[in-house]
């Protein structure tokens, strides 16, 4: 089982930054792909930024070039820097990780969400 906490949203203004973090812990041998979804009131969830273990990061074209997702795997951590945020940002931000467990099997686990709101 693998628990992730995630952490650091809020209400910011449009042109704003915010660093979203999120801890997993629990009983696992690796991480590997971790990553950020969004999903906005009446929307379905979308892919925001992942990582993979080495580094390698993938973005939606709609936060390229002001979001940068990275990773602590001393701590088990993944991050989301949002910088010149939108109203259209607006969202529960969730947390996703590819890990494998204890048990000896890989599977995906979501955090339960950081709401973040951007508005004037």
């Known amino acids: 089982q693998v628990q992730l906490v995630e952490s650091g949203g809020g209400l910011v203004q449009p042109g704003g930054s915010l660093r979203l973090s999120c801890a997993a812990s629990?009983?696992?041998?690796?991480?590997?792909?971790m990553g950020w979804y969004r999903q906005a009131p009446g929307k379905q969830r979308t892919l925001v930024a992942t990582?993979?273990?080495?580094?390698?990061?993938d973005y939606a074209d709609s936060v390229k070039g002001r979001f940068t997702i990275s990773r602590d795997d001393a701590r088990n951590t993944v991050y989301l820097q949002m910088k010149n945020l939108k109203p259209e940002d607006t969202a529960v931000y969730y947390c996703?990780?590819?890990?494998?467990?204890?048990?000896?099997?890989?599977?995906?686990?979501w955090g339960l969400g950081t709401q973040v709101t951007v508005s004037s």
């Open positions: 996703n990780v590819a890990a494998y467990g204890s048990d000896y099997r890989t599977a995906d686990y």
């Open positions: 629990g009983s696992f041998f690796n991480l590997y792909a």
């Open positions: 990582i993979t273990r080495d580094r390698t990061a």
